[in-house]
């Protein structure tokens, strides 16, 4: 077993040997088409996935993630931990060393002025900085020398791999952008739409929504890399254009994130000119349960707020029915194929932090009316809805404009008709259910429906701050302008005690038992969240493209360094 | 003639001013957030802070105002600048679109060429292909020519062009591979090989939308030729023995040309606003696909000015069309 493997590890190694050896440029061109065009080169002024995923083909932060979910040293030397003391004991300081002899794309030397100063740029007032959230809790940001950086915390923080990690997060190059801090930000359109990197690629020609043309960087760190010499990066137009460009036409080398029916993917792949590669991160398809009364009866400024506990969802004996009638598997196969499996988890990744709860799995008709019967839902009229006190059991459920959604509502409406609830439907198009306009009735924070359908998913591998989003005090509602995460309205001290627990733990084992325990009481504990898709992703590369390796827990472009063409 | 274009000219005033008004409040009503597209993990105070340095934070009077002064005042400073090279305006005070961070008229020149070269184009052969058509369709009134020519311009017209256009690329992109599905807009024409590349990419947007065109133009052509045809002149100068030639394509066409050079020119203004669906379907990215995307972003400056320069040249173009009147036809006097 063990020549075996050696024997196959060599064999390996001769197959990869003339992509490991081949000279900087030596592949030529290189097509990536994204059907969403890219706006700008500056993830700090744009979070848009088009203009992050870009850029990071360009820009680098210290560190990122591979497509495993665990960290790696991009511009850092090593990671920082407990362990080699990178991390001090008590949580509060992370200190990065930078590699020695790193080079932007100019010529100039990295130093630890720039990764100080991508902080500033970021945190100034003015600036409205998409990213400030991975600055959070830092009282300072210092430079001990050349190569040194060292990060303060206001408080410890056990998880300190926020702030110049993954590819939201870039190193900028002060020279360039000494100038762009604060209100001047969007008048530095020649730095914004170019900017000067260490990554392997340079921008030759930026124009806007349409078209990015790069090449090599000549200064990259890694004299052989990236085979590519020059690519272009073309945007527009739709999912199912960008997959033909590939799959069929063979045009193009590379398309992002091919939101198509499983059918039509599958017919595009049999035209044989590339494959359809699929990945899973932490996006979650889900229904949340309104545990506030939406009721257009009541006043303005009171409707879907705490002051009035939904008169129906209240009763978790309700919620959880409404999940037991629902068949998340036939819910993959019409939606999603290959790039979506059932799930009831609101954390279903990284593995570490994936509760094993699989109970939600099988559908339960029969066991979910025995529930309503039992909380005293029954159909005293003979119409085949069940009520209770005079009252229907009615729910409005609304999701955004989306085919797959509409698909979703019409099967969930179906089963939860067959339990005796009645489902009114609603879709609101995706620029104001997601818009948060406060004057909107209906945006998702606002939620005056009694149930509502979306996807969501966190930054990074740690899912502290999403599990903190249930918070009590994150709750919308007219007085923070209904700002604030918490759509459910979930209030549960217990929660909050563990949030603050998870928030002073270090130690990774601990911190993925607590955040077992939290995804739980969310999920099979109060059916507050019903997780339905664990949604994947899919794209596509053609066949003469190698080295492609799917990450969904950083840019998908993390690793075009390493690209070439197959011969 | 001069004083009756100069009262047009200054009635235009008001116009637009109120065009852009309206466009500035549809647009202020119009459900919509520029952060829609941020991802949701987006935290909402990092969205207010960015709302606040789009200066979204104003009252929308302030806001028309400011754009009104940009437009009218900023831009055309600015573009005397990057003629002469003198500094007048002030780099901070231009209409910046939300979605580039970036001066938004900049990006509109960036993309004019584009579509004036593919949409201008196709506009052009629509033409050129529809008076011929026009004529010989009336002259044959009936025939086997003309029964063809009406079918294929009701086809033409009434076939969207986001249906037509996907059949070309799957029957020659895809199955026989004669031309690219997607349009590349960083080719430069420097040699035969180029001009080639380029003539290729261009066939199948230019052939999608010249048949749009050249089917509704031919119609009025025909539609204006018969009337002409039926006319006593006619009648008088074939009595006098001139050649059909003569007849038809002297005095029929020329009369006949007047209602149709109107239509033309009003159509101009159409060729600046790009050709949407057209330019999403080949991936042309002109000023067609910069609304669109604008739009779909909530990129207010961008919008309310790509509308309100349509606006401007649809005004402009009315004016245009109605002196060219009053030039062809020596009867029609405004003074």
Redesign the interface.
């Given at each position: 077993m063990r020549l075996k493997s050696a024997l196959l590890g060599a064999a390996a190694g001769i197959a990869l040997a003339p992509a490991a050896f081949a000279e900087r440029g030596a592949d030529g061109h290189l097509n990536i088409i994204y059907w969403q065009a890219p706006s700008i080169l500056n993830p700090y002024l744009s979070s848009g996935t088009k203009d992050v995923e870009s850029a990071s083909m360009v820009l680098e932060p210290l560190a990122g993630f591979n497509e495993k979910g665990e960290l790696f040293a991009r511009l850092a030397e090593d990671i920082p931990t407990l362990a080699n003391g990178g991390v001090s004991e008590d949580l509060t300081t992370i200190t990065w060393k930078l590699k020695p002899g790193l080079l932007w794309s100019d010529g100039t030397a990295v130093t630890s002025a720039d990764v100080v100063f991508s902080y500033e740029y970021c945190t100034h007032p003015e600036g409205g900085c998409a990213q400030a959230a991975r600055y959070e809790g830092i009282q300072t940001v210092e430079a001990l020398d050349d190569l040194t950086v060292k990060v303060t915390f206001t408080a410890p923080k056990p998880n300190p791999y926020n702030a110049f990690v993954g590819s939201t997060s870039p190193i900028i190059q002060k020279a360039q952008f000494a100038n762009c801090l604060g209100a001047a930000a969007p008048q530095c359109t020649e730095a914004n739409f170019g900017p000067i990197g260490t990554g392997p690629f340079t921008v030759t020609e930026f124009k806007p929504n349409d078209v990015i043309s790069m090449a090599a960087n000549a200064n990259y760190r890694d004299p052989a890399k990236p085979a590519f010499a020059t690519v272009t990066f073309k945007g527009g137009g739709d999912a199912a254009a960008a997959g033909r460009a590939v799959l069929e036409t063979g045009e193009f080398d590379y398309a992002w994130n091919l939101q198509l029916a499983p059918d039509v993917l599958a017919g595009m792949e049999a035209a044989g000119k590339g494959k359809v590669i699929n990945a899973f991160g932490t996006l979650v398809e889900r229904i949340e349960m309104n545990m506030t009364d939406p009721s257009p009866s009541l006043a303005e400024g009171e409707r879907s707020t705490v002051k009035h506990p939904h008169p129906i969802l209240s009763d978790i004996r309700v919620r959880k029915a409404l999940s037991m009638a629902i068949d998340r598997n036939l819910l993959v196969e019409v939606g999603y194929g290959k790039a979506g499996r059932p799930t009831c988890n609101l954390v279903p990744a990284p593995e570490m932090f994936a509760s094993d709860n699989t109970e939600c799995l099988t559908q339960d008709v029969e066991g979910a009316k025995a529930l309503l019967e039992e909380a005293g839902w029954t159909d005293s009229d003979g119409d085949g809805i069940r009520d209770k006190d005079g009252k229907k059991l009615s729910l409005l459920y609304q999701t955004s404009v989306n085919a797959v959604r509409q698909d979703f509502q019409a099967l969930v409406k179906q089963w939860w008709s067959e339990i005796g609830v009645e489902t009114e439907l609603k879709s609101v198009d995706a620029s104001v259910f997601f818009g948060g306009d406060p004057g909107s009735p209906d945006t998702f924070q606002k939620f005056y429906a009694d149930v509502e359908m979306y996807a969501n998913n966190f930054d990074g591998t740690d899912p502290e701050p999403y599990l903190s989003q249930y918070l009590c005090d994150k709750i919308p509602g007219p007085d923070n302008g209904w700002q604030g995460e918490n759509i459910n309205r979930f209030c549960d001290p217990a929660y909050d005690t563990l949030v603050a627990e998870l928030a002073k733990t270090g130690e990774i084992e601990k911190r993925a038992e607590i955040a077992k325990k939290l995804n739980e009481m969310l999920t099979k504990d109060s059916y507050v969240v019903v997780p339905l898709v664990d949604r994947g992703r899919n794209s596509a590369h053609s066949n003469t493209l190698g080295g492609v390796v799917l990450n969904t827990w950083d840019s998908e472009l993390w690793n075009t360094s390493d690209w070439f063409r197959v011969k | 003639m001069l004083t009756y274009s100069i009262r047009r000219l200054l009635i235009a005033i008001p116009t637009l001013l109120f065009i852009s008004l309206v466009i500035f409040l549809i647009l202020e009503m119009a459900?919509?957030?520029p952060?829609?597209?941020?991802?949701?993990?987006?935290?909402?105070?990092?969205?207010?802070?960015?709302?606040?340095?789009?200066g979204l934070d104003q009252p929308a009077w302030v806001r028309y105002l400011l754009w009104l002064k940009q437009f009218f005042w900023t831009e055309p400073l600015h573009l005397v600048d990057s003629l002469l090279g003198t500094g007048f305006a002030d780099?901070?005070g231009r209409i910046?679109s939300w979605?580039?961070?970036?001066?938004a008229m900049?990006?509109i020149w960036?993309?004019l060429p584009q579509t004036l070269q593919v949409v201008g184009l196709a506009y052009l052969v629509g033409v050129i292909i529809a008076v011929p058509i026009g004529i010989i369709s009336a002259y044959r009134q009936y025939s086997w020519f003309d029964n063809i020519g009406t079918f294929v311009s009701m086809v033409g017209f009434s076939v969207p062009t986001f249906f037509t256009g996907v059949v070309l690329?799957i029957v020659f992109?895809?199955n026989l591979?004669w031309f690219?599905?997607?349009y590349?807009?960083?080719l430069k024409v420097t040699d035969w090989e180029s001009f080639l590349k380029q003539a290729r990419q261009m066939v199948m947007p230019v052939t999608v939308l010249a048949l749009f065109n050249a089917s509704q133009i031919s119609r009025f052509m025909r539609a204006s030729m018969l009337d002409n045809l039926q006319q006593d002149y006619v009648r008088t100068a074939r009595a006098k023995g001139m050649g059909e030639k003569v007849v038809v394509l002297r005095h029929v066409l020329r009369n006949s040309l007047i209602p149709v050079v109107t239509v033309i020119a009003l159509g101009i203004p159409t060729i600046f606003g790009g050709a949407i669906i057209t330019e999403?379907?080949f991936?042309v990215?002109g000023l067609g696909?910069?609304l669109i995307?604008a739009i779909?972003?909530?990129d207010l400056p961008m919008v309310q000015t790509l509308t309100f320069i349509f606006a401007a040249l649809t005004v402009l173009f009315n004016l245009i069309a109605d002196v060219l009147y009053g030039v062809l036809d020596p009867r029609i006097r405004y003074d």
């Open positions: - | 459900p919509g957030d952060l829609a597209d941020q991802p949701l993990t987006v935290p909402p105070e990092v969205r207010e802070k960015m709302r606040a340095a789009l780099p901070a910046v979605q580039f961070r970036a001066p900049d990006i960036q993309r690329i992109a895809v591979h690219p599905s997607i590349d807009t960083t999403q379907v991936k990215n696909q910069l995307t779909y972003a909530n």
